[in-house]
């Protein structure tokens, strides 16, 4: 057994068993691919996947099983790799955090500028991607922090932490009738057109049971990923804004008048995550501590470190 052959396993149910681009994807040829399966097949005694002539459809009951240790022990190489990195190269290295429009826009400037202060020759990419994008990232390894609202703590693999909490607001232009309401309600909200996000993105579920709880049919005529777009089309007339409050400036967005909402809608909380069991270097620490200071590198370490009856 090799780690070539390892990778081959966990590529092939990445790629829903279709080994053209499993090949692609570990640049190397079908065949090759096939033949490494064969291979570890036959060392372990079992199949490993279902066959219907030559494709695959799936996984055996054994290859259920490897595939979960496949996971950890392509894990641990990566983490070993890390580990040496942390005692050679402190200051060094690269940091991944994937997020959301919204935390990467709004809340996450002040965090970066201080993190790349603090360690210039660290090199951090910032990626982008909608919650469940964040989950895979961090299942696969492929990001060291993820941040977002939604999705996050779902995932028994990811363990979590409170960044920040939020409730909506309203945003609307300047003159808008709903600036003359004592306190704004549901039902007024309801008469209006609405724009707000995208289902699954930065608290709309909240929004939806609150209309839904109040037995209302809001009309939301946009939907958008981001509040910059949510912004641009209140800012047209086409409809009233229902935003994360962190995304108005009243320096920047002078047209634009924010109505606090936090009476109507659950409070929402964003969340940072790391997978289980994922080495972490030095400045990885720093940077979550940069952004919620109780969450120090010891707190932290001891919640991301794996359970020991999960196998690890």
Same mark, same amino acid.
């Given at each position: ?63 259920? &099983? ?11 190489a990566r983490n070993i790799k890390k580990l040496a990195d942390q005692f050679t190269q402190r200051d ?75 409730h909506h607001a309203v945003l609307v232009p300047v ?7 004592? &306190? ?112 120090? &590198? ?15």
């Amino acid at each position: 057994m090799n780690f070539q052959q390892l990778r081959i396993v966990r590529e092939t149910v990445r790629q829903n068993y279709n080994l053209t681009e499993v090949a692609n994807a570990l640049f190397t040829s079908q065949p090759g691919v096939s033949k490494h399966i064969k291979d570890l097949e036959d060392e372990l005694g079992v199949e490993l996947f279902i066959r219907r002539g030559k494709r695959l459809l799936g996984l055996t009951e054994p290859g259920k &099983e490897l595939v979960v240790i496949v996971e950890r022990m392509l894990l641990d190489a990566r983490n070993i790799k890390k580990l040496a990195d942390q005692f050679t190269q402190r200051d060094q290295g690269q940091l991944t955090v994937v997020t959301t429009h919204t935390q990467a826009r709004y809340a996450l400037p002040k965090i970066v500028t201080g993190f790349k202060q603090e360690y210039p020759k660290v090199h951090l990419a910032l990626h982008q991607g909608s919650p469940q994008e964040i989950v895979q990232q961090l299942l696969s390894g492929d990001a060291d922090i993820g941040i977002a609202t939604e999705s996050l703590d779902a995932e028994p693999e990811l363990v979590t932490f409170p960044y920040y909490d939020w409730h909506h607001a309203v945003l609307v232009p300047v003159g808008h009738p709903l600036l003359d309401e004592p &306190e704004l309600t549901l039902a007024a909200l309801a008469e209006h057109p609405l724009i707000t996000y995208h289902s699954g993105f930065t608290g709309r579920s909240k929004i939806d049971k609150a209309f839904a709880e109040a037995n209302l049919s809001p009309d939301i005529v946009i939907s958008a990923l981001d509040a910059d777009v949510i912004k641009a089309y209140v800012e047209l007339g086409l409809g009233v804004g229902i935003i994360a409050p962190g995304a108005f400036n009243p320096a920047k967005d002078t047209d634009l008048r924010l109505i606090d909402a936090s009476h109507l809608f659950a409070r929402n909380t964003t969340l940072i995550a790391v997978r289980r069991g994922h080495y972490l270097r030095g400045y990885a620490f720093r940077f979550i501590e940069l952004c919620a200071p109780e969450l120090t &590198e010891p707190n932290v370490r001891a919640a991301v470190a794996p359970h020991r009856e999960n196998g690890f």
